[in-house]
């Protein structure tokens, strides 16, 4: 099979596509020839090496749909199916062209989802509902910020707060980024850059739920909570570190909760995805590339221009 991946650290063109052995199935595992995966900044951090992999060569790619080769584990040959837990599978990340996955982290995709929508909804669609709901209980007439409407989680979430019938604010740097993120459904958009988010916010009584996908920002975060508000800590966009001030998160009585690496359940997975299908959710996609354009789409993620996720297809 073959298989974009890096054999040392660098630049985008370390992304080099190699002819490879296919894996080899577990017990636990179906074996999938992967269709479509996108590109996330934990794959650029990988390959410039901030992040250091295991092992190399190296396949990148977090999430992975395609079509199950062979009957195992309760799966059919023929299906459809994603996991957004790619990069643990046996053969490498969704940059490659096949994977041994476990069954567990399989979710079946709907007919009327595509494998691109079913990838660009995939690990964002379902960190956002971890944040959200596994970890942040959030009710319905609640009100949530979410950072960085705009990227893959942040537009996820919106939609999903929305869905449940919260009010839901959210934060751009252009007004052109704003106004796709009022049409996701955000019933407040604040410019960080130019307003003062907490003071906007508390104006509007502050909100009962943060979704911190920056970190930088959590002194703004605690200020624009309600008492008792909840901040979820799912990404450092903005660094790893933050000065707050600890008397006010104190009398506030705020909890502030450290996401980690937050999936939802395979379930709930397949329940985002009928959502796709509904049409009461859909994923932001920038771009579509072959996977052998990946040192390309690394580029475009970098320079900062796309609105949405990358997807890569195998052909």
Known sequence: ?????????GEPDVLQLQEVPDPTPGPDD??????????????????????????????????????????????????RVMTTSAIQAKGGGGYSGKIAAPSSSLARIPAGVSFEQAVGAGLAASTAWGSLFDVGHLQANERVLIWAGSSGVGSMAIQLAKHKGAWVATTASTEERAAQLRKLGAD???????????????????VHL??????????????ACAPDGRIVLIGNLGGKEATVDTQSWRLKRVKVIGGGQLHTSSTNEEHLLRLVEEKA?????????????????????ESGEPQGKIVLVHG
């Open 281 to 301: 959710i859909t994923p932001l996609i920038a771009r579509t590339l072959p996977v052998a354009q990946a040192a390309e789409a690394h580029r475009l993620l």
């Open 1 to 9: 099979m073959k298989a974009v991946q890096f054999t040392h650290p």
């Open 30 to 79: 179906v074996l999938i020839e992967v269709k479509a995966t996108t590109v996330n900044r934990l794959d650029i951090f990988q390959r410039d090496g901030s992040r250091p992999v295991n092992q190399l060569p190296f396949t990148p790619g977090l999430e992975a749909a395609g079509i199950v080769v062979q009957d195992a584990n309760g799966f059919r040959a023929g299906e």
């Open 210 to 223: 943060v979704i911190e996908l920056v970190s930088s920002t959590l002194q703004i975060s605690l200020e």
């Open 188 to 206: 407040m958009v604040i410019n960080h850059r130019t307003q003062d988010v907490a003071k906007l916010l508390q104006e509007h009584g502050g």
